[in-house]
């Protein structure tokens, strides 16, 4: 029985892949987001929901190596340009947010706020299962910011769920890499600053 | 805190975040103005920030590895912060690496004469070792060679018949002082028989009997007259000898260093040779155990007696001599033949016995120099002086050593030991020419110079690749310098290089720099860039951008520098979500018209205009200033490859090449720029490629390529038909067909861009949205 089920699977990533790529294809002409989000946060989904099966205490999990990964398994990379790969990995970090996030509330909703930790934003953050409340306290901050400034509130979620580089958000936003540079300082100061006085 | 309050932080901070702290600090007071809640905001996140800034300035250094790679020097290792800043406080400058070479150099020649001396004195003491185990051989031999003769004399002087013959002459001495009846007796000739028989048989020269009462010689065995008695009848002996005389007179055998005639016999009258004697005097004792007469046996010095010492000649100038209290050398120098050329020996036929006084004469006499000292006015050689001045103290200290060197009688140097015997009265010598006891000395030194030279060289040749290694060192530091600018971030990656930002080191302009990857295999493909880059330098349309400097870097790599554009690609614009306003494509056609017809007009080519290769630019406050890039340049370099690689990629550059360059990438006819024009405005206005279109409208039915075809191709309804008519007639593959020149698409996107006018305010409106901070 396991034979045929993997040729499925196999034959089922296929047909994924030239959809994703065929819709990230055409985001120039009219915006297909919403088609691809649920793609992507599928197979995002998949990816870490296998790895959350192997969880251990101290097991790490990089977000921005689980979009990459992604990145692979569901885009032919030859017919896609910077713009649709752009387009790929914000969409891509926006759905690895809520995969962590999900996970993370599901497990230790009720723990929350033990003690101080520290959080560097800087790093596309390595995520272990002891940090899943960092994921949750990150989550509500950025929650928080989109409220009072969208932009730069995307420009986190790119940057560390998407593993972006600043002229990829700058592209991928339409605005200037210094606007982003910019964005992504008062962010972060204010992220760090929120997320102290919220503990 | 409201969406309101967060913007206005965020741009406050905007604008002072490339100041510096203090400055910031009061630009941020200024602008928050009396509110303290806004000021309290701005403050708490700007001074998160500038921490921050200071820990990323320190990753940033990494980043400047990428730059190496490509700037070249990729040798130069990334060492550890400590020990580049000691290499370069060692090395750094030229006065510390100069410093550091030349204490090295004093240590090493410190070292080396240290060891020198070291040396030396070891040399010096194992030769005063040698002098002495020397000095002690010979005194052995010596004090045998003495007892052999001593018992010899006295198993002579107990004969019964010299006793007997003794008893004779001693009793006619009582009987007469002035000897007469001895002379007359029989009793002289017996003894003189004696004598001659004796002396022949024992090996002395001269046997003689000397009286018992008075220091006189009654008879001997030299110089036998007629009457066969000798003519050295009752002669009375030197005062020298009388201490020695006494001491056989009252029993005792005593040997007599070398004395001359003249100092042995005293008034000596008679002709005789000038001769030196030992002499060896033995008691002739009664069965009453009184002295009867005195035994004295006799020779030349210069036989036996000398022949002890000369047995210790060793190396070149080793020489072993006694010498005398009267400071007198009394055994035969090893220099005699050489001496005998000076004025030490004044006779060639005199020996050193006896005539060399052990002075110094302040001056090497060897080679004919003559002292400006009498000899009576000389000092005794220091080592001489030093063992007579003992034995005038009477402290019984009966050697010594000299090992630092001091003139010998020759007046050369040399260093020495003595031995005295206080019981003959006479010293031992040995001395050595200070030259050959450090001979192996000179070798070391020999040895020292040569490796010393070695050092100095090698010292030399580090010193050279210090300043290699510094020169390394400030590359580390500098590496990102190329000409007079210095790279600051990179801005961005294409196939043929990567285009840095960076700022000229004195002016701090930002300029562009383009670092082609490719190095140059020959020098033919230099000379043509160089030519390229000459030309577009000449180029000065505003909507050009300005080339400033070319060159190689390290690595051979060709680079040149433009101007610094603020700015945004017109593909990214194109690929914004929202489509570009018809007035602005018009607005950017007409402008790159206007930069190409100066290149034109020169008669070169773009040959490679494309939605990268054009910026809109903020400059200053004037919003959408249209730049062409990349003027003619690398454009050569295997086109036709680049081509197959790209071609089947989307958003290459094909994608705006005219087909008749495709086929022959050297083509530089001007009208290849006016198919990217139309190409470029049809991609401006349909955000589609043109293989795309066509591919399009293929797939919607479309069966050949024939027609009005490329009239159709912009969808847009605000485009007018007369935009898209001109814009199909500039991508005709047939070059004839397209517009004769870029003066006719100037004159027609000029017409429309006063229809559909692309004012400051519709740029900057757009501004505000992509650069909202600025």
Not at chain 2, 283 to 311: M, Q
Request: proline share 3%.
């Amino acid at each position: 029985m396991s034979i045929p089920l993997f040729i499925n699977l196999n034959n089922m990533s296929k047909n994924k892949k030239h959809e994703v790529t065929q819709l990230l294809h055409n985001i120039g002409t009219n915006n297909k987001s919403a088609d691809l989000y649920p793609l992507v946060y599928d197979n995002l989904h998949e990816i870490a929901e296998k790895l959350y099966r192997r969880e251990r205490p101290g097991h790490t999990l990089q977000p921005t190596i689980l979009v990459n990964e992604a990145y692979m398994s569901l885009v032919d990379q030859d017919q896609i340009d910077w713009k649709g790969r752009s387009h790929f990995f914000a969409v891509s970090a926006q759905a690895i947010r809520r995969v962590l996030v999900h996970h993370a509330r599901k497990k230790n909703a009720i723990k929350r706020g033990s003690g101080e930790y520290h959080l560097d934003l800087e790093e596309g953050l390595t995520y272990s299962v002891e940090k899943d409340e960092i994921m949750l306290s990150l989550d509500e901050a950025l929650e928080h910011l989109e409220k009072l400034h969208e932009r730069q509130a995307k420009v986190v979620e790119l940057k560390f769920f998407g593993g972006m580089k600043m002229q990829e958000i700058a592209d991928e936003l339409g605005v200037s890499i210094k606007t982003i540079e910019i964005d992504w300082k008062v962010a972060k100061a204010w992220l760090k600053k929120f997320m102290r006085s919220d503990i | 805190m409201d969406k309101e309050q967060h913007n206005k932080i965020s741009s406050i901070i905007a604008k002072v975040i490339d100041l510096p702290f203090d400055e910031a600090i009061i630009k941020i007071k200024k602008a928050c103005g009396t509110d303290e809640d806004l000021e309290k905001e701005v403050l708490s996140l700007y001074h998160d920030i500038h921490g921050e800034e200071a820990i990323e300035k320190e990753a940033n250094n990494t980043t400047l590895k990428e730059i190496t790679k490509l700037v070249g020097r990729k040798d130069s290792v990334f060492r550890t912060k400590i020990v580049t800043n000691w290499t370069k406080l060692l090395f750094g400058n030229k006065r510390n690496r100069l410093i550091l070479v030349i204490l090295f150099l004093l240590v090493t020649f410190g070292l080396g004469v240290i060891s020198n001396l070291y040396i030396r004195d070891n040399i010096l003491e194992s030769e005063r070792e040698e002098k002495i185990a020397l000095l002690n051989t010979t005194s052995e031999i010596f004090k045998r060679w003495i007892a052999t003769e001593n018992n010899k004399i006295e198993n002579l002087s107990k004969d019964s018949e010299l006793i007997a013959m003794a008893k004779a002459i001693d009793s006619l001495e009582n009987i007469d002082e002035t000897y007469a009846l001895l002379k007359k007796s029989d009793v002289s000739r017996d003894v003189t028989k004696w004598l001659l028989k004796t002396a022949k048989n024992n090996g002395y020269a001269i046997m003689s009997i000397l009286s018992n009462s008075s220091p006189k010689s009654i008879l001997g065995s030299g110089l036998i007259d007629s009457t066969g008695i000798s003519k050295m009848f009752n002669i009375d002996l030197g005062q020298l000898i009388y201490k020695d005389y006494l001491k056989a007179k009252n029993g005792e055998t005593v040997f007599l260093p070398p004395i001359n005639n003249y100092d042995l016999i005293h008034n000596f009258e008679l002709k005789m040779q000038d001769e030196t004697w030992i002499n060896f005097l033995c008691p002739i004792i009664d069965e009453h155990n009184n002295v009867i007469a005195i035994l004295a046996g006799s020779n030349l010095a210069k036989k036996g007696f000398s022949e002890i010492f000369n047995t210790s000649k060793h190396g070149a100038t080793s020489e072993t001599y006694a010498f005398n209290n009267e400071g007198k050398m009394i055994s035969s120098g090893r220099f005699t033949e050489d001496l005998r050329k000076t004025y030490l020996l004044k006779d060639t036929l005199l020996e050193t016995i006896y005539n060399i006084e052990l002075k110094d004469p302040g001056l090497n006499v060897m080679h004919g120099a003559k002292p400006t000292l009498s000899s009576v006015e000389m000092p005794f050689t220091k080592i001489v002086d030093n063992a007579l001045n003992h034995i005038k103290l009477g402290d019984s200290i009966y050697h010594g050593s000299l090992m630092k060197p001091y003139r010998d009688y020759r007046g050369i140097e040399v260093i020495g030991a003595y031995l005295w015997y206080p019981e003959h009265n006479f010293g031992v010598i040995t001395e050595e020419d200070f030259d050959e006891a450090l001979a192996s000395l000179v070798y070391f030194r020999y040895t020292f110079f040569i490796f010393f030279i070695i050092i100095l060289v090698l010292s030399f040749l580090l010193f050279n690749s210090n300043v290699r290694i510094a020169r390394i060192g400030k590359k580390v530091d500098d590496f990102s310098i190329i000409g007079q600018y210095k790279l600051r971030e990179k801005l961005g990656e294409g196939g043929f290089g990567e285009v840095f930002k960076a700022e000229h080191t004195f002016l701090k302009t930002p300029v562009a720099i383009k670092i082609l990857k490719n190095q140059f295999a020959n020098t033919d493909m230099l000379d043509r860039f160089e030519k390229e880059v000459k030309i577009t330098s000449s180029l000065s349309h505003p909507n050009t951008i300005k080339v400033y400097d070319y060159g190689t870097t390290e690595n051979n790599n060709f680079y040149y520098v433009m101007e610094f554009l603020n700015g945004i690609s017109l593909d990214k614009v194109v690929n914004s979500n929202n489509e570009i306003p018809l007035a602005r494509g018009i607005y950017v056609l007409y402008h790159l018209c206007l930069s190409l017809k100066e290149a034109h007009d020169k008669g070169f080519a773009h040959r490679d205009i494309k939605p990268m290769n054009v910026m809109l630019c903020n400059q200053g406050g004037a919003y959408d200033v249209v730049k062409l890039l990349d003027f003619g340049l690398v454009k050569n370099v295997d086109a036709s490859l680049s081509q197959q690689t790209q071609i089947n990629r989307i958003g290459g550059t094909p994608m705006f090449m005219a087909p008749e360059r495709i086929r022959d990438p050297f083509n530089t006819d001007l009208r290849v720029d006016i198919y990217s024009i139309g190409a470029l405005g049809m991609y401006l206005f349909s955000g589609q490629y043109l293989l795309e279109l066509v591919s399009q409208k293929m797939l919607t039915g479309e069966e050949t390529l024939q027609g009005d075809f490329r009239n159709n191709l912009i969808e847009r309804k605000d485009v007018p038909i007369e935009l898209s008519e001109f814009l199909a007639s500039c991508i005709r593959f047939d070059p004839n067909k397209r517009p004769s020149g870029i003066d006719e698409l100037i004159v027609f996107f000029e017409k429309l861009n006063q229809k559909n006018p692309w004012t400051r305010k519709d740029a900057l409106d757009w501004w505000k949205n992509y650069d909202i901070y600025s």
